[in-house]
């Protein structure tokens, strides 16, 4: 686990997911036996290292990624690390024959991210991206309304992202500074768009094309040693997405934006038979028959209270947390041969998203997205220093 001492790393990959794994007694397989997880941790700082595996009962930590490389005990490599020293690392362990499980964006660049999915294609190594807003509770009511056929043809999404993130002056940011610097691969973007690119593709469909707008509403911001820096990465961006089958998402990411929803990420979807306000947990629906028929009258005070015509769909299964469930799907994966959605080509076409959705930005252009696949063409070699 390269990483883990980061918030992601640490919070949801470390000990939500992994140390829970191993506190249920490991990954139930296909003929009902178990597998235990053991975690080693990679990171720069052995007093840190040392400090978390002490509190942790771990056994295993290290300063030397080559050497835990190298190491066959360790099967699967698991980077948390920062964008722009995540592909450096991902080469190694494939040139190790490692499996592999991402963090997203999986790297800077499209093309950096699709070399990653050539080079695990021709090593043959198994690999993972983190998806895990689809398996929040809410988005899974969504789809399984969309699978019963509740929407009936689905018109159009519409989603708000984000919370105010304090500058840092007056009252410390609840984000690491580096979001805020392009140079450090920074932005709203890069970070939420691989999000956006899954979560429509895998409920509604390929994105087809994007227009957008990113912009750095706070200029200067104070870091984590309260020094004053220029903030040159966007801070909020706003999209539109098309989709295949003609379906038009309006999707906006803000660190600059007071909430005064129930949730801090809310997609609201309309369809011809039904409509669905979906948040991390809730899900709203209003169905054609039950649909009100406001009339619009500026002359009159509005009376009618529209957030009562909204029918809250039950919880009926037990949802866990969601990187926990993508690991275990992704432990099945390596050592069962379980089912894999979720590729570096997948993480790719995040990229792609976010790639375009910059040129957008800078251009004013609405921009079309090419099918991402692995191209049938010779397959780049690692650095010596790598093999």
């Known amino acids: 686990m390269n990483g883990a001492t980061g918030r992601m790393g640490?919070?949801?990959?470390?000990?939500?997911?992994i140390l829970a794994i191993r506190d249920q007694g490991g990954v139930l397989l296909a003929d009902g036996g178990r597998v235990q997880v053991e975690p080693i941790l990679v990171g720069r700082t052995e007093a840190t290292l040392r400090e978390l595996a002490q509190r942790h009962g771990i056994e295993h930590y290290t300063t030397d990624l080559d050497a835990a490389l190298a190491d066959d005990r360790w099967q699967i490599y698991a980077d948390f690390l920062v964008t722009k020293a995540r592909v450096?690392?991902?080469?190694?362990?494939?040139?190790?024959?490692?499996?592999?499980?991402?963090?997203?964006?999986?790297?800077?660049?499209?093309?950096?991210?699709?070399?990653?999915?050539v080079l695990a294609e021709a090593a043959g190594v198994k690999n993972g991206v983190v998806h895990d807003k689809l398996y929040l509770?809410?988005?899974?009511?969504?789809?399984r309304l969309i699978a019963s056929g509740f929407f009936g043809r689905i018109l159009s999404v519409r989603g708000e992202f984000g919370y105010w993130v304090f500058e840092g002056d007056w009252q410390r940011?609840?984000?690491p500074s580096w979001n805020y610097r392009g140079q450090d691969g920074g932005g709203i973007v890069v970070d939420m768009f691989p999000h956006w690119n899954y979560v429509l593709e895998n409920l509604f469909g390929r994105v087809e094309s994007v227009y957008a707008r990113a912009v750095t509403h706070i200029p200067v911001r104070v870091d984590e040693n309260d020094v004053a820096f220029e903030a040159t990465a966007d801070d909020a961006a706003y999209a539109i997405f098309e989709l295949e089958g003609g379906i038009?998402?309006?999707?906006?990411?803000?660190?600059?934006?007071?909430?005064?929803?129930?949730?801090l990420m809310e997609f609201q979807v309309d369809g011809t038979l039904g409509s669905a306000v979906v948040g991390l947990f809730g899900c709203k629906i209003q169905p054609r028959t039950a649909t009100p028929r406001p009339v619009w009258n500026p002359d009159l005070a509005?009376?009618?209270?529209?957030?009562?015509?909204?029918?809250?769909?039950?919880?009926?299964?037990?949802?866990?947390?969601g990187f926990k469930t993508q690991w275990e799907e992704f432990i099945r994966h390596v050592v069962d041969d379980g089912p894999n959605r979720f590729d570096?080509?997948?993480?790719?076409?995040?990229?792609?998203?976010?790639?375009?959705?910059?040129?957008?930005?800078l251009t004013g252009r609405r921009i079309d997205l090419s099918v991402v696949s692995l191209p049938a063409l010779a397959v780049p070699s690692l650095p010596a220093a790598q093999q």
């Open 137 to 143: 509770p809410g988005l899974q009511k969504l789809e």
């Open 173 to 175: 940011s609840q984000r």
């Open 88 to 117: 450096p690392a991902i080469r190694k362990a494939i040139a190790a024959g490692k499996a592999i499980y991402t963090e997203k964006p999986t790297a800077e660049s499209f093309e950096e991210a699709l070399e990653l999915a």
């Open 248 to 263: 038009v998402a309006q999707l906006n990411s803000s660190w600059t934006v007071r909430v005064n929803r129930e949730e």
């Open 344 to 361: 570096f080509l997948a993480g790719a076409r995040g990229v792609q998203l976010a790639e375009q959705g910059l040129l957008s930005s």
């Open 10 to 17: 640490y919070r949801q990959h470390l000990v939500r997911s």
């Open 302 to 321: 509005e009376s009618h209270d529209y957030s009562h015509d909204w029918l809250e769909v039950p919880t009926n299964d037990v949802f866990e947390n």
